[in-house]
């Protein structure tokens, strides 16, 4: 089925639907947004004698909700032009606008009369070829579709999204059993290709597959809370990173996505799934509903099972009992905080699993429940394990789904656990154990495959062709070679890879070192190099804790050997023989984005939060950042012979330490040229790097030519040095803030030279240097990197 998709249109302008029109403009689809028509005038419309015919007030519920989009936070959109994408109107005098959309999403409040009213009032405007679909957490996709036209239903099915729609990766398909397989494999498609999202088939149950598992989970652990007498805290403390969950860990989790919500999908399970073997356990306990009816939603409300406190960072802890918010208390478990230095999670669960203290007590009540549910929902929810642990990763940020961790604790010993608790396995479980397996998940022919419900059958495990495992790759005898810090993988077709592997893949000598190797081993064997690397994200930045504690011993030569290295290794990626292309990730902050502006391309991920921040630290970038970025803007001049305006642009964007909050901004900042690129779906950024090194090689690549650089001399220097006299004596910078500017302005305009002149990239790379050495000298640039390390926070001094 050919199926562009020129035009979207969504009905309901709620959070969600607002959310779900921005993703899509982020993917540069054009979108309608339709609301219902108020029924009350605001005090403004009265104040300006508008009617209940107006289109202002009409539309108003619409409009509202595409502002509210700028907003929020996180961002849902990579940048505010993209606003320009989505047009507005009513569910009253604009259905006949649904002509125009190709595919038409229903995204209105989770309940079913509602949902059903709105998508037969639909349906007669949508072409004969336009896809219709229901964004629900778990509704009944076939009560929908009964209602609709014969013809349409074979066009229907549901796309559940997860909120915050860009920022979460998973997509649930579920089609009914009219749904045309054409259609659902084309919108799987256009949901992985164009949306960038992890696509999961569900079947239609209540709650799909990641809400009835995750959700399940959440529920557990409640009950452990109870029974154990943990707070609140604790419990946080006991299930994010520790079980090799997100940060939010279940209470932070629920204050994200509503209190309301969370009561909806529990009940919805507790009404719809009477075979559910643990659909007691849905029933939402007392104090969730009290805080519903109280109007404690989480975040969206400004209070849930925490709150910030107005004008501090104080977080505050609800106390459930009385709904009264309390200082929070510290959660200290030995168990957790030995196992913070564990890096593979896996190994981090069992080990805290595997102990006698309370927390690993705590640990396993909370976890073995959930290994139960998702092994006996199997052939239910899902068709296989591996759909059930994708849709978890993606839809809950574990870090392994629920049969992953199993294997991680042992797949037998966990079985007789499970089995001495007293907790159900079902017979697909059964047969495995008879049959004498060791694991889940198995190796077969070189391709992994994972359990399904029918006794003894495992399936091919899903795999993204343009996806690479650096792990599976290195275990294939392709890592060229390798330091503490970093490594060389072979990519296939002639492109080497310099991956990046420290901790926070930091920035250090073995870094370095393993860059000029790279560059050298490019040149006499491949065709191209590619820098990447699979970490959270792609570089912090550089060994701050080695340059204080150099500085503070003293050791000036040293430090100036480091930064003679860094320079080094990015010239040397610039002037590399063979193309060099970077495809960042996540944070590339300070030394992570100067290696990308070495590269000769860019294709990034759309999530790269990109920025040369040293002037926190109270230094300037001294790896080449200060130039690389200089000249990016003044090639961009409109007027060469104007300098000025590059010098400001670079100045205020290295001054005040700009991070882009996308792929997109980092364009408009310059950390991205016109020509780099991007992937929405951020796991295929190397592969399409890997695409851009070999299209520039076969082009015939050359090394880019040594040219002068423009530069405005003392005239800028002056220039920039007013403009930090006025916000010192506004009280908008310190005088330390002045002093490093000044720093900075010195390095831009090329030094102590009449203006304007040129000098070459070499001088003015001595001028980074020798700057960052001169402020790392001083007292307060040390206090402000030993604030980065401690709190991970700037200091203002």
């Known amino acids: 089925m050919t199926w562009p998709v020129r035009r979207i249109a969504v009905l309901g302008g709620g959070v969600m639907g607002g959310a779900i029109a921005a993703q899509f403009a982020n993917a540069g689809v054009p979108s309608l947004v339709l609301d219902i028509v108020p ?31 700028l907003k929020q936070k996180p961002a849902p959109l990579f940048s505010e032009e993209r606003l320009a994408l989505i047009a507005t109107g009513n569910l009253e005098d604009d259905l006949p606008r649904l002509r125009e959309a190709d595919w038409v999403i229903e995204v209105v409040k989770e309940d079913l009369d509602i949902k059903i009213r709105v998508l037969t009032a639909a349906a007669p405007h949508l072409r004969p070829d336009a896809v219709l679909s229901s964004n629900t957490s778990g509704l009944s996709l076939a009560a929908m579709a009964a209602a609709l036209p014969a013809p349409l239903r074979a066009r229907f099915l549901g796309t559940h999204f997860f909120n915050p729609p860009r920022y979460m990766r998973l997509v649930e398909m579920i089609p009914t059993a009219d749904t045309d397989p054409a259609v659902l494999a084309a919108v799987t498609e256009f949901g992985a290709r164009r949306l960038g999202k992890g696509i999961v088939p569900a079947r239609d149950t209540p709650n799909f597959i990641a809400n009835r598992v995750g959700v399940h989970a959440m529920m557990a652990t409640v009950r452990v809370m109870t029974e154990l007498g943990l707070t609140i805290e604790e419990i946080d403390a006991l299930t994010g990173p520790a079980l090799a969950r997100p940060r939010t860990a279940t209470f932070r989790l629920a204050d994200l996505v509503g209190l309301d919500t969370l009561l909806h999908v529990a009940e919805n399970v507790q009404a719809a799934a009477p075979e559910d073997e643990c659909r007691d356990l849905f029933a939402p306990p007392d104090f969730l509903r009290r805080m519903v009816a109280a109007g404690l939603l989480g975040r969206k409300s400004g209070g849930g099972f925490y709150r910030k406190e107005k004008g501090s960072d104080e977080i505050l802890t609800l ?21 913070k230095a564990i890096a593979d999670p896996g190994a981090r669960v069992l080990a805290l699993v595997s102990g006698r203290g309370r927390a690993a007590q705590a640990a396993w009540k909370v976890l073995a429940p959930t290994l139960s549910y998702a092994a006996m929902r199997l052939g239910g929810i899902a068709d296989d394990a591996d759909a059930i642990d994708r849709a978890i990763r993606w839809g809950f940020n574990w870090e392994l789904g629920p049969f992953e961790t199993w294997d991680a604790l042992g797949f037998r010993p966990t079985a007789e656990r499970l089995r001495a608790d007293g907790l159900p396995l079902p017979a697909w479980v059964d047969a495995l154990l008879a049959a004498g397996a060791q694991s889940l998940y ?3 022919d070189g391709v992994r495959h994972g359990p399904t419900a029918v006794a003894g059958a495992r399936a091919p495990v899903w795999s993204d062709p343009r996806v690479f495992d650096f792990a599976r790759l290195r275990g294939a005898g392709r890592e060229v070679r390798r330091n503490p810090g970093a490594s060389l993988i072979d990519l296939g077709d002639g492109v080497l890879a310099l991956e990046f592997h420290a901790k926070m893949n930091v920035i250090g000598q073995d870094t370095l070192t393993m860059t000029l190797a790279a560059c050298d081993e490019a040149e006499r064997n491949w065709r191209a190099l590619v820098v990447a690397n699979q970490g959270d994200n792609f570089s912090a930045g550089a060994n701050l804790a080695l340059l204080l504690q150099e500085a503070i011993e003293g050791n000036w030569s040293d430090l100036d050997g480091i930064v003679r290295l860094f320079q080094r290794a990015t010239d040397r990626l610039e002037q590399c023989a063979v193309p060099v292309v970077v495809a960042p990730h996540g944070l590339a902050l300070g030394g992570g984005c ?40 003044v090639a961009l001049l409109p007027d060469p012979g104007d300098l000025y305006p590059a010098l400001r642009r670079t100045f205020e964007t290295i001054g005040l330490a700009r991070v882009a909050t996308s792929a997109e ?13 991007w992937s929405m779906d951020g796991a295929q950024r190397i592969a399409a790097a890997k695409d851009r090194a070999l299209a520039l090689a076969n082009a015939g690549y050359a090394p880019p030519a040594a040219a002068p650089v423009p530069v405005m001399g003392r005239a800028g220097v002056a220039l920039i040095e007013t403009v930090l006299y006025n916000l010192e004596a506004a009280g908008r910078a310190s005088a330390h803030d002045r002093k490093v500017g000044r720093e900075l302005a010195r390095v831009l ?35 402000r990197i030993q604030s980065l390390l401690r709190t991970g926070k700037p200091l203002r001094n």
């Open 319 to 339: 106390d459930l009992d009385t709904l009264a918010y309390r200082p929070q208390k510290s959660a200290q478990f030995a168990e957790i905080e030995a196992g």
């Open 665 to 677: 901004e980092a364009r408009q900042l310059g950390f991205l040229r016109p020509q780099d690129g």
């Open 39 to 69: 029924r009350e005038l605001t005090p403004a419309e009265q104040a300006l004698g508008l009617g209940f015919a107006d289109r202002r007030v009409r539309d108003r519920l619409a409009v509202d909700a595409v502002r509210a989009l």
């Open 594 to 633: 100067e290696f990308t502006l070495a590269g000769d391309a860019v294709h990034a991920a759309a999530e790269t939060y990109i920025g040369l921040v040293e002037f926190g630290a109270g230094v300037v970038p001294a790896g080449g950042g200060c130039l690389r970025l200089y000249r990016r803007h």
């Open 749 to 783: 305009s090329g030094g102590d030279v009449p203006g304007p002149t040129t000098i070459s990239a070499r001088h003015l790379l001595d001028l980074e240097r020798e700057a960052f050495l001169r402020l790392l000298g001083e007292r307060k640039t040390l206090e």
């Open 442 to 444: 198995t190796e077969i």
